[in-house]
């Protein structure tokens, strides 16, 4: 996967982001799998789905022995029948160690950067903790980009983790320039009103379990 890659501070691969244009749809890759096994069992080997690929779920369901960092040409395989992808959430959770929190950047930033010389169109996902981890966190990734990040689950959704949220945010448009913030999930927040106000495109999409819930009510 490294081969004709460049690298950068802390040996984090450059990922070049290879779309040009905001998504038109995201779902996840659990999704995208349903969808595969669909067309593939009818002996559709060249359907097209004009949607985006993203890995905003819990690392169990894409990351393993028979993951997408493991399995990487069988998700070369998937992906190329999607729009494009965002590139994979693997956790960096507060509590890991430095060294586990920057192999998951590595892995990020890596995969996507072999998806898209294989032609598969990437944004990278922008994954940050505390400050401690700003000095890699936004590395690999060009300025002046689409970048993509997820609201689900923890932050900024629980009040505990909103101002880690907010300052990383905030410092993450300052070192990256993104031209469009893709969120995944919930921009219902002040500080993407602020992002708003500074001239920041932040196109939102909602999530999986947004669109089920969504889908009750309107069946009640």
């Known amino acids: 996967m490294a081969k004709g890659a460049k690298f950068c501070t802390y040996d984090i691969p450059f990922c070049k982001t290879t779309a040009t244009d905001v998504p038109t749809d995201i779902i996840t890759c659990e999704e995208a799998k349903v969808i595969y096994r669909r067309h593939i069992a009818k002996n559709d080997f060249d359907f097209k789905i004009d949607a985006f690929v ?44 430095i060294p586990v929190k920057l192999y998951a950047t590595y892995k990020m930033r890596l995969l996507g950067h072999w998806l898209g010389i294989n032609g598969v169109k990437i944004i990278n996902n922008v994954r940050w903790r505390a400050s401690e981890t700003w000095c890699y966190c936004f590395e690999g990734i ?79």
């Not at 819990?58 to 028979?66: H, L």
């Not at 990040?149 to 101002?163: A, E, F, Q, S, Y």
């Open 142 to 220: 060009p300025q002046n980009s689409i970048v993509a990040i997820g609201t689900v689950g923890g932050n900024p959704h629980k009040l505990i983790d909103r101002k880690r949220f907010e300052s990383g945010l905030f410092r993450m448009v300052e070192v990256l320039k993104p031209r469009f913030v893709v969120v995944y999930g919930s921009a219902n927040y002040k500080c993407f009103e602020k992002l708003r106000k500074q001239g920041i495109n932040i196109v939102s999409f909602k999530s999986k379990t947004a669109k089920i819930y969504e889908e009750m009510k309107n069946d009640e």
């Open 54 to 97: 993203c890995f905003y779920i819990d690392d169990y369901k894409f990351d393993g022995a028979k993951g997408v960092w493991n399995d990487y040409k069988n998700t070369l395989k998937i992906l190329r029948h999607f729009a494009g992808a965002v590139t994979p959430d693997f956790s960096t959770y507060q509590d890991f160690p």
